[in-house]
């Protein structure tokens, strides 16, 4: 037994030695590189990440991505000062999806320096916000039908109606399952933003048509075919009503204090003027305040008339009324 562990070791030692030379070298070399890298200054760096749609790479025709998380983040880097110049300011990683992704409808990419495309000499030291450890997508599969149209509102000027008529009654869509059958099976109809005409047809006389391409409000579906709006604008006649309103005071608290106003008549008649369709709706009690301002030179037992003014819409036209104005000193103990 003690001959075979001795020929075990004699032929352990030969080999150790055999071409000790080149052994000797290649430790050399080898704690010559550790003490070269241990000993370079390193740096941190902020690389900005940014992940968009066209950063997934692979994705079937009939499906679409419905989230990525995180879309932005920050990482810090740790670099050799040598190579910190180089070290990118932003970041859009290519994120390929596996074949099989369409099975789970969703894939994650573990964040590391190769996803980024970082060289091996470069340390990820921390996300910012914390904790990233991972780029995830999701997928769902792409169904089109057909959905209703609501008719859109229109803003006009004042003087201005609209009628409008929307080419099409339903319209194309497309979009992901998940969003999509529930909107269709709800029968939700497709919504678009207001036109806004205000300002660019206050001038019409008569009658005058507008035809308006749509503009979808976003929604959890992708609308396929243009449509167009044919809106007919009409001007409405002004008309004259007028409002019997109390006459309100405003004037100096000092003067309100040490004086009566009387006014003569306290209530006056405005001729008010405007569209049909909107004084057809004003309410006085609320919409108007009838008031005179007192000047400041105003002399007691003086009558003035003073112009009678109007809290008012901006859209009416006022005649208002004068009224006789006196000062009268209060009595003792009023």
């Known amino acids: 037994m003690s001959g075979w562990v001795q020929k075990l070791t004699t032929d352990l030692v030969t080999r150790m030695t055999a071409r000790w030379e080149l052994k000797l070298v290649a430790l050399v070399t080898a704690i010559a590189l550790w003490l070269y890298t241990g000993s370079q200054s390193r740096v941190e760096r902020i690389v900005a990440v940014r992940i968009s749609e066209s950063s997934v790479v692979g994705v079937p025709d009939d499906w679409q991505i419905t989230e990525l ?155 396929v075919n243009p449509v167009v709006a044919t809106i007919t604008l009409r001007s409405i006649p002004a008309v004259k009503r007028g409002v019997p309103l109390p006459v309100r005071i405003l004037g100096a608290r000092e003067v309100l204090g040490a004086f009566d106003v009387e006014l003569s008549p306290p209530q006056v008649t405005v001729d008010l003027g405007g569209p049909e369709n909107l004084l057809k709706t004003l309410s006085p009690e609320s919409d108007l305040t009838a008031y005179v301002r007192l000047p400041a030179d105003l002399e007691p037992n003086t009558p003035r008339e003073l112009p009678v003014q109007l809290f008012a819409p901006t859209w009416l036209t006022v005649d208002a009324p004068r009224v006789r104005v006196t000062l009268k000193a209060k009595s003792p103990g009023q």
């Open 69 to 223: 998380t995180p879309r932005e983040f920050n990482v810090t880097v740790n670099v050799p000062v040598a190579r910190s110049d180089a070290a990118p300011e932003f970041l859009s990683p290519r994120l390929e999806l596996r074949p099989d992704a369409t099975k789970d409808g969703k894939q994650s990419f573990d964040l590391t320096r190769r996803l980024l495309g970082l060289g091996g000499d470069v340390l990820i030291v921390h996300t910012d916000p914390q904790g990233i450890r991972a780029i995830d997508v999701r997928l769902d599969q792409v169904v089109a039908t057909e959905l209703p149209i609501e008719t859109p509102q229109v803003l006009v000027g004042t003087g201005v109606e609209a009628t409008v008529q929307v080419d099409l009654t339903v319209v194309g869509g497309r979009g992901a399952r998940g969003g999509f059958v529930p909107a269709r099976a709800a029968h939700t109809r497709v919504r678009f933003a207001p036109v806004d005409l205000a300002g660019q047809v206050d001038d019409v006389a008569g009658e005058r048509v507008e035809r308006v391409t749509l503009t979808p409000i976003l929604a959890p579906y992708r609308v």
